[in-house]
């Protein structure tokens, strides 16, 4: 970011740190690093009418993240999906309200446990492991969250059971089956008010 914005690594931080002061971030920690989101939609809206307004004068950002498409569509995170796709599922499963956010944690709701259950991930056995249920990992290459720990691993798993996916050989790519990403696209929509 600092690069980006033709500044020392000093500076950023101390922006970052006044805009999280003044409600516009929220911080997260993962590993050694700390990482930053928007704080909430008025943010985003506020940042996409500025971004435009750049882009109309000629002002585009560099892209982060892998090249390669594939790569940037769905991967494997450790021992999660990541990518876009792992995105939209993020997404869909905070929008539909089967994860929520208290404080820095996030919680899997009564309804996302129902949820899930349909889907045939077996809670009982995810809450049982030493790992935590569910975790937001930072996507590199999306800079958005996606779903990490136990059912992050578990609904991967299930999509490959389903043969919704296939892990390419040698590489970290997940490749979607095309009814695979149709039933994907269907389960995990994001829906509009």
């Not at 498409?69 to 499963?93: E, I, K």
């Not at 136990?150 to 009814?179: D, P």
Request: charged share 25%.
């Amino acid at each position: 970011m600092a690069e980006e914005a033709g500044v020392t690594i000093q500076i950023a931080s101390s922006h970052l740190s006044k805009l999280h002061i003044g409600g516009l971030l929220r911080p997260r920690k993962q590993g050694r690093h700390k990482y930053y989101a928007l704080a909430n939609e008025d943010v985003a809206r506020l940042l996409e009418g500025v971004m435009g307004l750049a882009a109309g004068v000629g002002h585009l950002r560099r892209r982060t993240g892998p090249k390669d498409a594939q790569l940037r569509q769905a991967r494997v995170c450790y021992n999660h999906l990541a990518g876009a796709l792992a995105t939209q599922m993020f997404d869909s499963l905070m929008a539909k309200g089967h994860l929520v956010l208290k404080r820095d944690d996030l919680i899997l709701t009564d309804a996302g446990a129902a949820f899930a259950r349909d889907f045939d991930i077996e809670l009982d056995v995810l809450h049982s492991a030493r790992a935590p249920l569910c975790r937001e990992c930072l996507d590199w290459s999306e800079r958005r969250s996606h779903l990490a720990a136990n059912l992050g691993r578990a609904f991967l798993i299930r999509f490959e059971e389903l043969s919704w996916v296939k892990r390419v050989e040698q590489t970290r790519i997940v490749s979607f089956s095309r009814s695979g990403d149709e039933a994907f696209r269907k389960l995990f929509s994001i829906v509009k008010p």
